[in-house]
């Protein structure tokens, strides 16, 4: 895999299940998530969610910004969660 950012290699760096909610069920369908690291510039990636379909990733990514705003507007002040 190559960096998105600088184009150079990137290997494996860890690996992750969510297991807390409502990450676990954003991501029940894509199971364990795979992250690169660039060994030119360091950024960290997740391969997984850069092998999604443009679909199934905007999909994921509206059903985590709509929770994360709802609970910023739940609790004003305090942002988002991370």
Partial sequence: M???ICNQE???????EYKEEP?????LQIGKVD???CQNCG???S???YELSNEYWEKLNFDYHT???KKKNENPG???PP
């Fill in 2 to 4: 190559y960096c998105i």
């Fill in 10 to 16: 990137a290997n494996y760096f860890f690996s992750k």
């Fill in 23 to 27: 990450f676990k069920s954003f991501m």
């Fill in 35 to 37: 992250y690169y690291k």
């Fill in 43 to 45: 950024f960290t990636m």
């Fill in 47 to 49: 391969k997984t969610h």
């Fill in 67 to 69: 929770h994360a705003q």
């Fill in 78 to 80: 305090k942002g988002a």
